[in-house]
């Protein structure tokens, strides 16, 4: 059974960092896509960054190319998103999930349609 739950999220003021974590047990990175959304009050949740070990490819959506870093521990069974130059507007619940496929195109690494396993969430809010 694929699990996941993430941590690390909290309160940080605009500019900071923070690295959310997440726990995964019953698959491994090399098998399986692992990804970042979020969701902010009032809007769609959408796919921050994902990453496949097997295809070597790593998505980032344009609002955090430069800011955002997916990374991935098979030792730890942990993926990892560290976050820097934080912004209000990062502010939102952050889901890690997996699923088994492969796509022809980056562009559609992060397609939730693709994603068959969340964790539970992690709230992230960034002060002005």
């Known amino acids: 059974e694929v699990q996941l739950v993430e941590s690390g999220g909290g309160l940080v003021q605009a500019g900071g960092s923070l690295t959310l974590s997440c726990a995964t047990s019953g698959f491994t990175f090399d098998d399986y896509v692992v990804g970042w959304f979020r969701q902010a009050p009032g809007k769609e949740r959408e796919g921050v960054s994902c990453m496949s070990n097997r295809a070597g490819s790593v998505f980032y959506t344009d609002s955090v190319k430069g800011r955002f870093t997916i990374s991935n521990d098979n030792a730890k069974n942990t993926a990892y998103l560290q976050m820097n130059s934080l912004k209000p507007e990062d502010t939102a619940v952050y889901y890690c999930?997996?699923?088994?496929?492969?796509?022809?195109?980056?562009?559609?690494?992060?397609?939730?349609?693709?994603?068959?396993?969340w964790g539970p969430g992690t709230q992230v809010i960034v002060s002005s």
């Open positions: 999930a997996a699923g088994h496929f492969l796509v022809s195109t980056t562009d559609r690494l992060c397609d939730e349609f693709f994603f068959d396993s």
